[in-house]
């Protein structure tokens, strides 16, 4: 009984750890982030069915796998990370790219102002995701 209990409390834990963690990014404004995004789209392209440039089409980037944007090649680092874009893995690769996934190659050295990410990250989450 006792080692039931231990097991209900680590894992209770581990929820509100992950919670606590899921908060961590704050809500930023899909317009500001909008306005924001010019300095990408000398790379990106974000309409459904857009081509890709230096780097990938970011329509419907959020929620899916990195590597899996039809049509771009990616680094082999990026095809091997297996990471799935939300808002803590967003904020995390757009504060230092090279930190999520070394030997990417996203030339980009980041963003540094948290606001400023957790607005471009509520503009990603506004793109369609059919491509």
């Not at 890709?52 to 929620?63: D, F, K, R």
């Not at 904020?91 to 948290?114: E, N, Q």
């Amino acid at each position: 009984m006792q080692r039931n209990g231990l097991k209900l409390l680590v894992l209770a834990a581990a929820a509100l750890s992950g919670a606590a963690h899921a908060q961590a990014v704050p809500a930023g404004d899909p317009a500001v982030g909008q306005k924001l995004f010019i300095q990408c789209k000398a790379c990106h392209t974000t309409e459904p069915g857009g081509k890709n440039l230096v780097g990938p089409n970011l329509s419907g980037i959020m929620g899916s796998k990195t590597g899996e944007v039809p049509g771009f090649v990616f680094s082999p680092a990026m095809q091997k990370a297996n990471i799935t874009w939300d808002a803590t893995t967003m904020d995390a690769w757009l504060k230092r790219p090279s930190a999520v996934i070394p030997g990417t190659k996203m030339v980009f050295a980041g963003m540094p102002d948290p606001k400023k990410r957790a607005d471009v990250i509520a503009y990603l989450n506004t793109l369609k995701k059919k491509r």
